[in-house]
């Protein structure tokens, strides 16, 4: 069964940093492009990174220069960098595959609460 678990939100002041974690199980990790989501309150998910089997990145322009996305799969993880934080970044953060195809399962994500 395909899972992930994600952890590292918490409350910061604007300005400040966070990082993220996502561990997953179930999938050949190593080979699967990778993505980060998130989801505000009455708003629909969205993509925020995603980091490929060849650590190609690519950026929502909304979080492009503050956020950096990477990988260990030797651990089964993969990291998000919040950086310059604003309280637009607040947000239940996710990760799942890249592809649309394959994200079936989503786990319970994670908080960031960015504070004026």
């Known amino acids: 069964q395909v899972q992930f678990v994600e952890s590292g939100g918490g409350l910061v002041q604007a300005g400040g940093s966070l990082r993220l974690s996502c561990v997953a199980s179930g999938i050949t990790f190593s080979t699967n492009a990778i993505g980060w989501y998130r989801q505000a309150p009455g708003k629909q998910r969205e993509f925020v990174a995603r980091i490929n089997s060849g650590e190609t990145t690519n950026y929502a322009d909304s979080v492009k220069g503050r956020f950096t996305i990477s990988r260990d799969n030797a651990k089964s993880t993969v990291y998000l960098q919040l950086n310059s934080l604003k309280p637009e970044d607040t947000a239940v953060y996710y990760c799942?595959?890249?592809?649309?195809?394959?994200?079936?399962?989503w786990g319970q994500g994670t908080q960031v609460t960015v504070s004026s």
């Open positions: 799942n595959l890249a592809s649309f195809l394959g994200r079936h399962y």
